[in-house]
């Protein structure tokens, strides 16, 4: 008997009609790890999911990408839920995806991401309701787990940076049941005390052992309390909704003890060295303004009224004396010049002549003779010599 031989199209065909039919096949979740993730032009998005066994194609159309609530991408453990069919051309099955979400730490992260909306929407991560941070701290509250690496370094880098801070610890739980309610507890606690800041958190781990800090009930109790929160959740990669809701994110518990206390060895040496150069200044700026005084004084001194009337007073007591010296001076000048205008007119005086034996005459009406052709004989003439006068008659009046 002739064997009947298909096409492939038939047999391609077949399967997809069998794969059809099959109830468990139509509705089928499968969990596994996303490998050879790819995001179309078109919206579709084509990946496989693998487990140490095997590795199915998969399949999700951009309709049914609607609902996706994460963005898909290698390494992730998810649950896809669909159906197994058969696409004819390249005689390939695969799972067709309606749904999906994430496996084991990926339902935590949807829980994560759903809380962090709600309270966003409420306004408990406003900037407006994050209080400062003190500049210098006294009194630091702790809420940790009292044993482990993140206690000691936060009291250590503490006290390291401020000797003499007070710390005050609740011993929390950080992990586990009851994890949550024990954080929460300790902020309200710490919170009653006065305390200037508070620094709730824990080392790192993973989504679930860092879950507590992600709980709605710590967050309602760190945006409530009265002291401002730092929040030092795990390691620098690690974000919890405490970290959202509190006054100040630090990325490690060694970091917080850093933001919240201020170093006040290093303060106080640069207050030091402020105030030092602070008084170079003032002695720079006083010496400059004394400087500044004295030549104002000088000025002023040079422009007091007093000092004007003084050097004018001076000015005339030196003109007064110089004109006393020209006076006396033009005096010496003129008594000289009289002098020797006298012994001039001594020289030229009849009676200086007269006491060298010379003798004057008149005729009888005062005239001066000065020629025997002036008078005659029996005139009667005067004859003035230097003690007296004497009357006479000429006898005679010859020419020489």
């Not at 609607?66 to 992730?76: I, Q």
């Not at 170093?263 to 040496?269: C, G, I, L, M, Y």
């Not at 003032?282 to 000088?298: C, G, K, N, P, V």
């Not at 020209?326 to 005086?349: P, R």
Request: glycine share 8%; proline share 3%; hydrophobic share 40%.
């Amino acid at each position: 008997m002739q064997q009947k031989v298909y096409s492939v199209g038939q047999i391609n065909s077949y399967i997809k009609m069998m794969f059809t039919q099959d109830f468990v096949l139509n509705r089928v979740s499968i969990s596994g790890e996303v490998s050879n993730c790819k995001y179309h032009t078109s919206g579709h998005i084509y990946f496989s999911l693998k487990d140490e066994t095997g590795t199915i194609a998969c399949v999700m159309f951009a309709s049914a990408r609607k609902g996706l609530a994460f963005r898909l991408s290698d390494g992730m453990q998810v649950i896809a839920d669909g159906s197994v069919g058969v696409y004819e051309r390249d005689g390939k099955y695969q799972l067709y995806v309606s749904r999906m979400r994430q496996d084991g730490a990926g339902l935590l992260y949807e829980r994560f991401l759903a809380l962090k909306q709600e309270l966003e929407d409420m306004g408990m991560f406003s900037p407006e309701y994050k209080q400062p941070i003190p500049a210098f701290v006294r009194k630091l509250g702790v809420v940790t787990a009292p044993t482990g690496a993140a206690v000691q370094d936060i009291i250590n880098i503490s006290r390291r940076r401020s000797p003499g801070i007070q710390i005050i610890l609740y011993p929390a739980k950080v992990q586990g049941d009851g994890a949550a309610e024990s954080v929460a507890d300790g902020i309200r606690a710490l919170d009653k005390l006065g305390l200037d800041v508070i620094i709730a958190g824990r080392g790192g781990g993973s989504i679930e052992d860092l879950w507590a800090f992600n709980e709605e009930i710590v967050a309602r109790a760190i945006f409530e309390c009265r002291t401002p929160v730092i929040s030092a959740v795990g390691h620098e990669t690690d974000t919890t909704i405490a970290d959202f809701v509190a006054d100040l994110r630090a990325p490690t518990p060694s970091a917080a003890a850093e933001l919240a206390v201020t170093d006040t060895v290093a303060a106080a040496e640069q207050l030091l060295a402020h105030r030092t150069a602070m008084e170079r200044l003032m002695r720079s700026r006083i010496a400059e303004y004394r400087m500044r005084l004295e030549q104002d004084q000088t000025r002023l001194k040079y422009a007091s009224p007093v000092q004007r009337v003084r050097e004018q007073r001076q000015r005339l007591i030196d003109l007064e004396e110089s004109y006393d010296r020209a006076m006396k001076q033009l005096l010496e000048t003129k008594k000289h010049a009289m002098a020797l205008y006298a012994q001039k007119l001594k020289n030229v005086s009849p009676l200086e002549k007269l006491t060298q034996g010379y003798a004057c005459v008149t005729d009888h009406a005062g005239g001066r003779v000065y020629s025997v052709g002036q008078v005659k004989a029996k005139d009667a003439i005067r004859v003035y010599v230097s003690d007296g006068v004497m009357e006479a008659e000429v006898k005679t009046a010859e020419r020489l």
